[in-house]
């Protein structure tokens, strides 16, 4: 399975919003409303923060929403807090291997 | 408290097998898909397999397939990957973690364990 295609690295200075992009296909981005984003902190196991495209688990800051146009999904940042500062992950459904597969992963850095 | 809590990980030697655990507790385990996740060191995450409430649809990488198995017992509440003819790529930590929807696939994991090393090393 090919993985989903995120920016290697993205950079923003705190109070400002940033956007990070997840690319796929019409066989899992654009196909299914199964994207998710995942934040991981250094030695950290993945924390689960936007589900099936756009929605928020409990807990989760409303700082953070996704979003989706075509095959290309995103996930907005907004208010940027040093604490934000961790890697990204999205991740979809593909009917290419019935389950799912990752991006490549994406290192915020709050300037 | 939800609670997923891998074990089974170490150092075995390319070719060898291995067997992981995740105990889970705090959640009704039989009502929710479950996956294995992995990580390479210094890499991204790796989705290796995901097994349904019952047990009866597996699924898994072609990096693994053929080669790992996938397993629950739910009186137990425990989620099983067995590892065979293992190689040096394989060197990870593995998580294993919650379908966040009960009773349905949602593609989505809402609990994590903290993962157990595994290392493929001669």
């Known amino acids: 399975q090919s993985a989903l295609t995120q920016p290697a690295s993205v950079s923003g200075s705190p109070g400002q919003s940033i956007t990070i992009s997840c690319t796929g296909t019409s066989s899992d981005v654009g196909g299914y409303n199964y994207v998710s984003w995942y934040q991981q902190h250094p030695g950290k196991a993945p924390k689960l923060m936007i589900y099936?495209?756009?929605k928020r688990p409990s807990g989760v800051s409303n700082r953070f929403s996704g979003s989706k146009s075509g095959n290309t999904a995103s996930l907005t940042i907004s208010g940027l807090q040093a604490e934000d500062e961790a890697d990204y992950y999205c991740?979809?459904?593909?009917?290419?291997?019935?389950?799912?597969?990752f991006g490549g992963g994406t290192k915020l850095t709050v300037l | 408290e939800v609670q997923l809590v891998e074990s089974g990980g170490g150092l075995v030697q390319p070719g060898g097998s291995l067997r992981l655990s995740c105990a889970a507790s705090g959640f009704t385990f039989s009502s929710c898909a479950m996956s294995w996740v992995r990580q390479a060191p210094g890499k991204g995450l790796e989705w290796v397999s995901i097994i349904s409430t019952r047990g009866t649809n597996t699924y898994y990488a072609d990096s693994v397939k053929g080669r790992f198995t996938i397993s629950r017992d739910n009186s137990k509440n425990t989620l099983y990957l067995q590892m065979n003819s293992l190689r040096a790529e394989d060197t990870a930590v593995y998580y294993c973690?919650?379908?966040?929807?009960?009773?349905?696939?949602?593609?989505?994991?809402?609990?994590w364990g903290k993962g157990t090393t595994v290392t493929v090393s001669s």
């Open positions: 991740s979809s459904y593909t009917s290419s291997s019935t389950f799912g597969v």
């Open positions: 973690a919650k379908d966040l929807r009960a009773g349905q696939w949602s593609y989505s994991m809402d609990v």
């Open positions: 099936e495209d756009n």
